[in-house]
């Protein structure tokens, strides 16, 4: 009965979508404020109606109530209830189900902290996200509905079990992190529509809609992250990042959503460049969308990837289509108003931001192209080729490098006119001081590397020097730091922290595959791996075999490491568990092959130099987006806002 009223719950939540977008748009153009005043209610109801729904799906899980399709083919008795949990949205229509429950979430937080900004305004913005809700709904109901029955002969005594891959805590965080950023990119799209549907581009538009936009780039940032942590510890290869077309699929709302972020810096600050924030704010979303069509449409085989069902890509398609389109034609609607008359000098932050956007665009395409490409060619019954990871690894450091640059010197740039030369000292004793740390760091703990790598390290240090410059210089003079400048300063710091590790980890990492039996020693540069023995190891849903390896170095022992090698009983597949201990400059890695037979394995054993600041890079460019987010001027701004509209309501 509980599935039933999830179902049904999920019914009212269409029709409440429905009534949202329509009384929305339509009361903002009619200027009627009791269409308008549906709106919230129907924002509310819906958030309730589809909270109600998941909630449904999770007793089902649970309960064990394996007459749900969806239940019966994603979990089983033996699984522990956290991953029980976790498997609502580990398949196909539960995550679908997940994303719908967290695009109700950031509806209702602007339905909530809206109501500072125009009645008709705020009506436009929850009416188009009202639209993006209908169709995912629909969406659900019509073809992943994740509430169907089995017929009552077919319900099985117990369940197919969740995808062992999934059973990881990384993995079971990462999804709705990763969704949160993605439908969070769908409130910049209303907030843009809503401006062209209004015709209003000032600064003020970009202002509301820019703590809305970095909290879901945070987010976003986050959810990626996890994802390459999980793909590092659980696959056992090593790696971070592989260019996996579904990676990508994250990855590229993420470069686009990082131009967005500084284009409408540039739109709040000068009122410039209202046509790249709003056409930035369409591709942001639309990528996330396009994102969801290659993750769910079979298009694409991936470990990553959910559905195979070519109906339910159909339908993605054409609702990435209508919207796109509309957005777009909105777009040219309005272009002719979207020129500025104000400029700025080529070497101004102004104008060093634009750089920095073209140079993100530049690596979107780069992207987009390496994971589309195969997929084109086959649609239209081309030359089958494949795009491996040496496309991306030769094509994106040299467009990265170039934006580090570009970064740290826009950093000194004054708005409006540049007067570069002003700061040239600056400049200068920034790059002397990078390039010093850095060949320090390379040639004195790791010897001669590729050469990007050097760059990278140089150039990534010189970000994180810029970026102090003018924190320090507030700091000495005792002027205040708000919220928003440090938030920068240390987002900053994370990119040039990442640069700084992915530059290392890509040229120093020391791998070996080898054979190893119990007594056994392979040696890694100063370091030697010993296979001491091998045990059987057992769990609440699998079995398997875990080994105990000595790391030693200069022949002394330093620690141990217990690489597993798992058996899932009921999806009888086997999965990788690496053995790594993380130390402040590098990870000693193992992961257990195959079995060789005569008691001996394959063995993978690496040394990756800071692995770990690729993640930290992460945490801080998050850290410094929420900071930025909520900076104490724009809760001022909405009071001065709110007050102003207050006193011309009642002059007239």
């Known amino acids: 009965m509980i599935p039933e009223l999830g179902q049904f719950a999920l019914i009212l939540a269409l029709v409440l979508c429905g009534a949202q977008a329509v009384f929305g748009l339509v009361g903002a153009h009619l200027r ?190 986050v959810g990626i992250a996890l994802g390459s942590w999980w793909a590092y510890y659980e696959l056992g290869w090593g790696g971070y990042w592989f260019w996996d077309p579904v990676e990508n699929a994250s990855f590229m709302p993420w470069l686009i959503g990082t131009a967005l972020i500084h284009s409408l810096a540039v739109t709040e600050k000068r009122g410039l460049f209202k046509s790249w924030t709003l056409l930035l704010a369409i591709l942001a979303f639309s990528m996330s969308l396009l994102g969801t069509f290659l993750v769910r449409s079979g298009v694409l085989t991936s470990v990553h990837s959910f559905a195979a069902d070519p109906t339910r890509g159909m339908f993605i398609l054409g609702f990435v289509g209508v919207v796109i389109t509309a957005a777009l034609s909105l777009y040219a609607w309005r272009a002719r108003e979207l020129r500025s008359t104000a400029g700025f000098e080529g070497t101004s932050r102004d104008a060093f931001l634009l750089y920095n956007n073209i140079f993100l665009i530049i690596a979107t395409v780069i992207v987009f192209i390496g994971t589309l490409a195969p997929l084109v060619n086959d649609a239209f019954g081309l030359r089958t080729i494949s795009v491996g990871e040496k496309w991306f690894t030769q094509m994106f450091p040299p467009v990265f490098l170039a934006l580090s640059a570009v970064v740290a010197i826009g950093l000194h740039a004054a708005w409006k006119r540049g007067r570069l030369a002003d700061s040239r000292s600056r400049i200068l004793l920034g790059f002397g001081i990078a390039s010093a740390l850095g060949l320090t760091l390379i040639y004195g703990a790791y010897g001669p590397g590729k050469g990007m790598s050097v760059v990278g390290v140089v150039f990534g240090l010189w970000v994180i020097v810029s970026s102090l410059f003018d924190p320090v210089d507030r700091w000495r003079r005792k002027l205040s730091l708000p919220r928003a400048i440090v938030g920068m300063t240390i987002a900053h710091i994370g990119l040039g922290v990442g640069v700084i590790a992915v530059s290392t980890v890509e040229s120093y990492t020391v791998e070996r595959d080898i054979a190893l039996g119990p007594g056994e020693t392979a040696t890694l540069g100063r370091y030697a791996y010993r296979f001491d023995k091998l045990e059987p190891v057992e769990g609440p849903n699998y079995d398997g075999v875990r080994a105990q390896i000595t790391v030693l170095r200069d022949g002394k022992p330093i620690t141990i490491l217990h690489p597993e090698k798992r058996n899932y009983w009921v999806q009888r597949s086997t999965m990788t568990e690496a053995g790594i201990e993380s130390r402040w400059n590098m990870d000693l890695f193992v992961a257990l092959g195959e079995d060789l037979g005569g008691g001996r394995w394959s063995i993978r054993a690496q040394l990756r130099p800071l692995i770990d600041y690729v993640w930290l890079a992460a945490a801080l460019m998050a850290l410094g987006g929420i900071l930025a987010a909520t900076d104490r001027r724009y809760r001022t701004r909405v009071e001065e806002e709110a007050g102003a509209r207050s006193a011309v309501a009642e002059a007239t």
Request: a neutral charge; aromatic letters at 16%.
């Open 32 to 221: 009627d404020e009791r269409w308008q005043s549906v709106v919230r209610p129907a924002v509310a109801g819906q958030f309730v109606l589809v909270s109600t729904a998941i909630a449904a799906l999770v007793h089902a899980f649970v309960s064990f109530d394996f007459s749900v399709t969806y239940v019966a083919s994603n979990s089983n008795s033996a699984l522990p209830t956290f991953y029980r949990v976790a498997a609502v949205w580990g398949a196909h229509e539960g995550s679908m189900l997940l994303w719908i429950w967290i695009i109700s979430v950031w509806t209702l937080a602007v339905a909530v902290f809206s109501r500072h900004l125009p009645p008709t305004f705020a009506s436009r913005v929850m009416g188009v996200l009202g639209i993006v809700s209908f169709g995912f709904v629909l969406f659900t109901l019509a073809t992943s509905n994740p509430f169907d029955r089995l017929p009552l002969d077919q319900i099985p005594a117990d369940g197919r079990d969740l995808n062992p891959v999934l059973q990881d805590p990384a993995l079971a965080i990462h999804p709705p992190l990763l969704y949160v950023g993605y439908v969070g990119f769908a409130v910049a799209f209303s907030f843009a529509c809503a401006a062209m549907l209004e015709g209003k581009f000032d600064q003020a538009w970009a202002r509301w809609t820019r703590p809305w936009t970095t909290l879901a780039w945070c987010f976003l940032s």
